[in-house]
């Protein structure tokens, strides 16, 4: 990724130069320096299941309104985890206070 060094707007690229699509600036793209920028997943570890099944009700932690998809409860205990790359919001997990129900809600 490249920033406009005229306005800051992030550019695109077109061929061999990058290309501001808010002030039109233009400059030569560089193979080498955007080899070593590139974001790669190599290495990072799969997320695992964690069991809650044993856990108290009291060490589950905080609650919140969420209305439960299988008995209609409107509380549900829930964690947050970043569970994807640095740059995307983070996913929320839920656990029915009533029906114990597990399911997640992503932000998109």
Do not use: L
């Not at 290309?19 to 920028?37: F, L, P, Q, T, W």
């Not at 932690?61 to 549900?76: H, I, L, S, V, Y």
Request: some cysteine.
């Amino acid at each position: 990724m490249e920033f406009c060094d005229e306005c800051g707007s992030m550019m695109k690229t077109e061929d061999d130069t990058w290309v501001c699509g808010s002030c039109g600036y233009e400059k030569s793209r560089n193979a080498e320096a955007e080899r070593e920028m590139a974001v790669t997943t190599e290495g990072q570890e799969e997320s695992e299941i964690v069991d809650t099944s044993e856990v108290d009700a009291a060490d589950m932690g905080p609650t919140t309104g969420a209305r439960c998809p299988e008995c209609g409860n409107d509380r549900a205990f829930y964690e947050m985890k970043q569970i994807r790359a640095a740059d995307e919001s983070e996913t929320r997990f839920f656990t029915c206070t009533e029906c114990e129900h597990k399911w997640r809600e992503d932000d998109h």
